[in-house]
């Protein structure tokens, strides 16, 4: 048999939703029909497509299961039509277990199945809790091609005990190929990750790699897309498009130095331009796969509303954006002034309703039982409180989602009140801190990303961006009143959140041990408050949810006191993880 010199592949990068199976299936259909016109021998899709991805526990329902399998079957029928194979991942049970699959559709049957072998169970992902872990197994055979099918983590995962090398496994038993499905989630600086590991399996397989990642947003987690591949000598061979869809046939050629590529290359969106990107499309399709009709927000004339206000427009056009500020009588006419400028300049509807009538109501119903107190912080957070019952009310009657604006740096010492500005459905700079709002928000008068459905140049006034942050809860406040200056605040998380440094290694590189101390403090006790708050889009290695899992109820503080070394002579070496009988 004369060995195949050409294999034309069209690869998928779409957004599934989860749970939505025919959806998904009628996705692949399209895509396939595509890749019928463009005469491609294969159609690769993402890490199980067919459920969409995460599933979480929604895999473990049997139903759920059987109506997978049954379109995954309906679709290796509709292969006998002599078109191009179909590799797709969907959930599979074989022998009583439930793995993470890759179904090699082709001739009307399921011409194979690759199980995913090294399942990850950190950050975002529990793989293990669902799937049982599958086998290393060999390539499988299209148009005379042996192809690899590694499935994401089997070509990230680094060696230990517990690592399943699939990757070289292939190489031994003759793949030619290497076609990795992958649900990789965006974070910064991801793709330079992506691309350092691929490379690490090209050069240990002197196999050509081929990433798909699937695109979209999925409750806090958006998937990027921008897949390519690499060359067997490294050499990038094509580069897709980042947060959109996107269907691209490319031919691979085999030639003396084995398979080899030459498509198209479209710049990476990465740093500040990837994280906007990401608010964007993980709030668009949030509301669009929640189906809510528009989002309304409260616009208070600071950055975090103003940002937040631009993200959703660009996310969902301005006809779908309402925006209501509620002003009080510490409400400065600056405020007012800048939040009419930005609605105007984003086009979208806006009302001005005065609070104090309502605010002054709560206080008299409370007079008799806060007689003899005095003024504190409750006061302040009524007005936080009547705003939030009043965009509630606005959304219960015309069925938009609000929109909750408290950036990163606010939920991370609670600066934030619940059942008042924490109301809402989505927060899509829930993981920024308030010095990359400031970025973001410079960034956006300057560019916007390909196909936002705002308007370009500036749409948020530049006074908003340089006025000093203020919740305008009492006369002549300002948010450095109770808080170090953003910058220093910043610094002082991004180590105690995403790094997890100890209070004494911050000490350590020049941060002033009372302010340090006092923002762990304040991190600990917001716990409480974050877990009563919406989802948002994930950006940083470490967001609040899925990411950082902290006990409410948690009395431990690091208090940057020096701890004495472990003393190893305590530690017999019968002690060390003995399963050995006690002998009395």
Same mark, same amino acid.
């Given at each position: ?87 797709? !991942?969907? %959930?599979? #049970? ?9 179904? @090699?559709?082709? =001739? $009307?049957?399921?011409? &194979? ?92 397989? !002197?196999? %050509?790699? #081929? ?9 806090? @987690?958006?998937? =990027? $897309?921008?897949?390519? &591949? ?92 309402? !925006? ?261």
């Amino acid at each position: 048999m004369t060995k195949a010199t050409q294999l034309t592949i069209t690869l998928a990068q779409l957004n599934p939703i989860v749970g939505d199976v025919t959806g998904n299936a009628a996705k692949a259909r399209a895509a396939r029909k595509q890749a019928v016109s463009d005469g491609a021998d294969l159609l690769v899709l993402p890490e199980l497509f067919i459920a969409g991805y995460p599933p979480e526990d929604l895999v473990l329902k049997p139903a759920f299961q059987a109506a997978c399998r049954a379109e995954i079957e309906m679709l290796a029928r509709e292969t006998s039509d002599g078109g191009p194979a179909v590799l797709i !991942g969907t %959930p599979w #049970v074989e022998d009583g277990k439930l793995y993470n699959a890759c179904a @090699l559709l082709d =001739d $009307g049957r399921i011409a &194979a199945l690759r199980f995913k072998a090294n399942l990850p169970n950190y950050g975002v992902f529990d793989e293990k809790r669902v799937f049982a872990r599958g086998p290393a197994a060999g390539p499988v055979t299209i148009r005379g091609v042996r192809v690899g099918v590694p499935i994401c983590e089997d070509t990230w995962m680094e060696e230990s005990e517990d690592y399943e090398n699939v990757v070289e496994c292939l190489a031994e038993t003759g793949a030619e190929i290497l076609i990795v499905p992958n649900g990789s989630p965006y974070t910064r600086e991801k793709n330079d990750m992506r691309l350092s590991v691929s490379v690490a399996r090209v050069a240990e397989s !002197g196999l %050509p790699l #081929v990433y798909l990642n699937q695109v979209g947003g999925q409750d806090e @987690l958006v998937f =990027d $897309g921008s897949s390519f &591949a690499l060359n067997a000598d490294r050499s990038l061979a094509f580069q897709l498009p980042g947060f959109v869809e996107n269907i691209t046939t490319v031919r691979w050629t085999k030639g003396d130095g084995g398979w080899t590529c030459k498509g198209p290359v479209t710049p990476v969106l990465d740093g500040d331009k990837g994280d906007y990107a990401a608010c964007v499309l993980g709030l668009r399709d949030y509301v669009g796969k929640a189906g809510f009709p528009g989002v309304l927000l409260g616009i208070s004339g600071g950055i975090d509303s103003a940002l937040c206000a631009a993200i959703a427009v660009d996310a969902l056009g301005a006809d779908k954006v309402r !925006g209501v500020m509620l002003p009080f009588r510490f409400t400065a006419q600056e405020s007012l002034d800048d939040a009419a400028k930005l609605t105007k300049q984003l086009g979208i509807q806006y009302e001005v309703l005065p609070i104090a009538a309502a605010v002054q109501g709560f206080e008299d119903i409370l007079k008799p039982v806060f007689a003899g107190r005095e003024r504190d912080v409750t006061e302040e957070n009524l007005q936080a409180r009547t705003r939030g019952v009043l965009l509630m009310a606005i959304s219960n009657k015309f069925g938009s989602m609000v929109v909750t604006t408290g950036n990163k740096s606010e939920m991370s010492v609670g600066y934030a009140t619940l059942y008042g500005d924490m109301n809402g459905g989505y927060n899509p700079i829930k993981d920024i801190y308030k010095t990359e709002v400031f970025r973001l928000s410079t960034l956006r008068n300057s560019w916007k990303p390909e196909g936002a459905l705002g308007p370009s140049g500036e749409v948020i006034p530049p006074n908003i961006i340089t006025r000093p942050p203020t919740a305008e809860l009492r006369e002549n406040q300002t948010d450095q009143d109770s808080l170090p200056p953003y910058d220093v605040l910043d610094a002082i998380l991004v180590r105690l959140v995403e790094r997890e440094d100890s209070v004494a290694s911050i000490v350590a590189e020049g941060f002033d041990i009372d302010t340090v101390t006092r923002i762990a403090r304040l991190l600990n006790i917001a716990e409480y408050k974050r877990r009563q708050a919406a989802p948002g889009v994930k950006v940083t290695r470490k967001n609040f949810g899925r990411d950082r899992r902290y006990p409410i109820i948690n009395k431990f503080r690091d208090t940057g006191k020096a701890l004495p070394e472990p003393d190893h002579s305590l530690v017999t070496r019968s002690s060390r993880n003995s399963a050995e009988a006690f002998e009395g």
